[in-house]
């Protein structure tokens, strides 16, 4: 997918916009996380947050984006984005990586959290712990004076350090009235390498790390991607502006939190 060329500086207004659409994302998502356990259908959930968004006022970002069928985007176990709601229950230990975007006011907003379904291993929970954990340190390089590459290389190292695989064919981007515009934003790369990081610029950070090998493949539905080795894969995204000192972040997990401690 294309994401153009020309990277665009938000004004404050903008910024205002587009964090009311995160915040709506963060909401759908924490309603979506109210239905998840074993039984469930990832259609179920499709359904909630399409009438979630819909009745704040938004359209669903990804329904008929390229094509795509769905308002979210879920990934069971070894998919690692892109997956399409289907008719089949989640089961007890699975995971579940739910993006989903909206549009609103002319800006998208655009998040992911990954799920567990019920009671799950150990090591599985530890690749959900780290993935987030790569999601703030990929955070905190997000600022005036910073590179592309200083972001993707504070995720892939801490990714490696516990030994996991850091997908290298999809990637972040920035965010604004188009859902995925430039600059890519991968999720590793080389410090002090690659554009220069502007205040005003806004970035979807979304690591995507899987428990094995790096290697991903495309599904036949032509969506799907999933891990070459079927082990599990985790997604976490959140919508940032690069300030001085410190990005501002659009996007939050906090509803989705309060969800997941009841
Ligand atoms: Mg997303
Ligand atoms: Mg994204």
């Given amino acids: 997918?294309?994401?153009?060329?020309?990277?665009?500086?938000?004004?404050?207004?903008?910024?205002?916009?587009?964090?009311?659409?995160?915040?709506?994302?963060g909401k759908t998502l924490a309603a979506v996380a109210e239905r998840i356990r074993p039984g469930v259908t990832t259609l179920e959930l499709d359904a909630v947050a399409e009438e979630f968004i819909r009745d704040h006022g938004a359209e669903p970002g990804f329904k008929?984006?390229?094509?795509?069928?769905?308002?979210?985007?879920t990934s069971v176990n070894e998919a690692v984005v892109h997956g399409i709601p289907n008719d089949k229950p989640l089961e007890e230990g699975d995971i579940v990586s739910i993006d989903c975007g909206v549009l609103k006011n002319e800006f998208y907003g655009d998040s992911a959290y990954t799920f567990a379904v019920g009671a799950i291993a150990p090591e599985i929970q530890q690749l959900l712990d780290v993935t987030k954990e790569?999601?703030?340190?990929?955070?905190?390089q997000a600022v005036v004076g910073k590179r592309i590459g200083d972001i993707g290389f504070a995720c892939q190292q801490h990714a490696e350090k516990h030994g996991y695989g850091v997908v290298r064919e999809l990637v972040g981007h920035g965010l604004g009235?188009?859902?995925?515009?430039?600059p890519e934003v991968p999720n590793y790369g080389r410090r002090g390498n690659g554009p220069r990081l502007m205040n005003g610029m806004v970035l979807a950070i979304e690591p995507m790390i899987n428990l094995g090998r790096k290697e991903v493949f495309h599904l036949e539905d032509g969506w799907t991607i999933v891990t070459a080795d079927r082990k599990v894969s985790a997604h976490f995204e959140h919508d940032?502006?690069?300030?001085?000192?410190?990005?501002?972040?659009?996007?939050?997990?906090?509803?989705?939190?309060?969800?997941?401690?009841?």
């Fill in 177 to 182: 009235r188009s859902l995925h515009e430039a």
């Fill in 64 to 73: 008929g984006y390229g094509g795509f069928p769905n308002s979210l985007c």
């Fill in 240 to 262: 940032v502006v690069v300030r001085n000192g410190q990005a501002d972040v659009l996007s939050s997990f906090d509803e989705i939190e309060k969800v997941l401690q009841h």
């Fill in 1 to 25: 997918m294309g994401f153009g060329r020309r990277v665009h500086i938000k004004t404050d207004e903008e910024v205002e916009l587009l964090r009311e659409s995160s915040l709506l994302v």
């Fill in 134 to 140: 790569c999601l703030r340190l990929a955070i905190e």
